[in-house]
């Protein structure tokens, strides 16, 4: 009997074709970190990633762009870690670029502790080669309007430019300082007096024995004193917060991190600050620091965040948030130098109340504050506020956020630290699933994680979504080739 084979042609899933297009907002050091290793790590499967920042420069951001000389980092440079897979980057570079030939200050008995700007510089040079070849785009350009359109975001600037991208990441950052109410009812004079810590016109009109009101005590507040030691301010600065904590200094000695933070029966709050407490002291019996313990538990955070239940995160942010702060987030011993000196001398003055109203009285300012004891009066020629970032109710900070929270494409955290995202960045849309086109990177991914600020935390958190964005787009680009029985 004869056989009749008739062959069918190959039935092809998806045709073979170019890589995916990323786009990414933000293009501080969170979205260059993003743009270099995806641009390293994709070469077969990112066909272009573009960067949408209005600064002339790619990853400084507002952190690393301050043009003062004697803003400092706050974590030693072989702690930064700023480039995964090369952990010892940012000091190798310190030490080979003369950077340290010019700033013999950074160097300190508890470490290296360079400047903020030489860190933007360094970040600069990873990103030179890859703009150079044109593998990322930088738009100096704001983002104004974010759409969806044919399955793809189309991004919109300021300026007219459109971005059409397959993977969306926002990488947009901390949020302006939080305001006292107060400063909101302020007359037009006394609000010129008024200004954040990183505005780039903070110090301008601070004269040299004017007295000055810093409202906070963290890390910018110890940035606002260096800034005006190094202007030769004499007057006296009151430090005022609702706590009173201030950062901690840095061990010396060049300890290791102490303490096993991995069990997972630490499922709430209570648990958590006794294990704390018992690992500190047998640090201690063995002459070993408490920075020690601070820096296991900081390897440790995102997974002990996540095993919190929700009513647990609740209490670790009202009960012991600020305290993990101050120790977690430490001062550089240059800040510290200048903090203990100006306390001994009377120049600086830490004072804990809440700020109830402020009035112009002459040439100055008369700030009313709630303290323990009652209320009593500072008067100050100048006020700097040294909040820290407001991340409640995130997406209300820009224009596009905003936009996008009324589309249900994002939604702020219902604990105030940033934007929904699952533990793998993705955003979560108003329907509580994640978007696998739509990624969060950096600060505003902490409600996944518990915190985002740290450089090595940043990097690791932006390993990770590289990897998975990687994967998904060289599974979606496969070619699938399936042939029919013979």
């Known amino acids: 009997m004869l056989k009749i084979r008739i062959s069918s042609p190959r039935l092809q899933a998806r045709a073979p074709g170019p890589g995916s297009r990323v786009a990414i907002i933000g293009g501080g050091y969170t979205g260059a970190i993003v743009a270099k290793l995806l641009v390293e790590r994709g070469i077969r499967d990112i066909e272009e990633v573009t960067i949408f920042e209005p600064r002339e420069q790619l990853g400084c951001g507002l952190a690393y762009d301050v043009k003062n000389l004697d803003v400092r980092l706050n974590v030693a440079a072989h702690r930064m870690r700023a480039i995964p897979g090369a952990p010892t980057a940012f000091l190798d570079w310190l030490q080979t670029s003369g950077t340290l030939t010019v700033d013999p200050d950074a160097v300190t008995p508890e470490g290296i502790f360079a400047r903020r700007r030489?860190?933007?510089?360094?970040?600069?040079?990873?990103?030179?080669?890859?703009?150079?070849?044109?593998?990322?785009?930088?738009?100096?350009?704001?983002?104004?309007?974010?759409?969806?359109?044919?399955?793809?975001?189309?991004?919109?600037?300021?300026?007219?430019?459109?971005?059409?991208?397959?993977i969306l990441i926002l990488a947009t950052g901390h949020p302006p300082a939080s305001r006292p109410p107060v400063i909101d009812r302020l007359s037009a004079l006394a609000t010129r007096r008024v200004k954040e810590v990183l505005a780039a016109d903070a110090f301008n009109e601070i004269g040299e024995s004017d007295p000055v009101l810093v409202v906070g005590s963290g890390l910018t507040a110890i940035d606002a004193l260096c800034r005006l030691k190094a202007l030769g301010h004499t007057g006296t600065v009151s430090l005022l917060s609702r706590t009173g904590l201030m950062p901690r200094p840095?061990?010396?000695?060049?300890?290791?991190?102490?303490?096993?933070?991995?069990?997972?029966?630490?499922t709430s709050a209570k648990k958590l600050l006794s294990k704390v407490r018992a690992t500190i002291k047998d640090a201690q019996a063995q002459g070993i620091p408490w920075q020690s313990v601070f820096d296991a538990l900081r390897q440790h955070a995102p997974s002990l965040w996540q095993a919190l239940p929700m009513r647990e995160r609740q209490k670790f942010l009202r009960r012991l948030r600020r305290w993990y702060d101050v120790h977690r987030y430490?001062?550089?011993?240059?800040?510290?130098?200048?903090?203990?000196?100006?306390?001994?001398?009377?120049?600086?003055?830490?004072?804990?109340?809440?700020?109830?109203?402020?009035?112009?009285?002459?040439?100055?300012l008369l700030a009313e504050v709630d303290t323990r004891g009652g209320k009593t009066e500072f008067h100050c020629r100048h006020i700097l506020l040294a909040t820290g970032p407001d991340f409640r109710s995130y997406a209300t900070h820009q224009r596009f956020l905003l936009g996008m929270q009324r589309d249900g494409f994002i939604q702020s955290d219902?604990?105030?630290?940033?934007?929904?995202?699952?533990?793998?960045?993705?955003?979560?849309?108003?329907?509580?699933?994640?978007?696998?086109?739509?990624?969060v990177a950096g600060p505003p991914a902490r409600p996944a994680f518990g915190e985002l600020t740290g450089v090595p935390e940043i990097a690791a958190q932006a390993a990770s979504l590289v990897d998975r964005i990687i994967g998904c787009c060289a599974r979606e680009t496969r070619t699938i080739v399936i042939n029919p029985p013979m």
């Open 118 to 166: 030489d860190f933007g510089r360094f970040m600069q040079v990873q990103l030179a080669p890859h703009l150079d070849s044109g593998a990322v785009r930088h738009v100096r350009d704001v983002v104004r309007v974010v759409e969806r359109q044919n399955e793809q975001w189309r991004i919109c600037g300021a300026d007219g430019t459109i971005v059409m991208a397959d």
């Open 250 to 266: 840095h061990a010396g000695g060049g300890f290791s991190p102490f303490g096993d933070f991995s069990s997972t029966d630490l």
């Open 330 to 364: 430490r001062m550089p011993p240059q800040g510290a130098a200048i903090l203990e000196l100006g306390i001994g001398t009377g120049r600086v003055r830490p004072e804990t109340g809440d700020l109830m109203s402020i009035r112009v009285d002459g040439q100055e």
């Open 414 to 439: 219902r604990f105030g630290l940033g934007l929904a995202c699952d533990s793998a960045g993705r955003a979560i849309t108003a329907t509580g699933t994640p978007n696998s086109t739509l990624f």
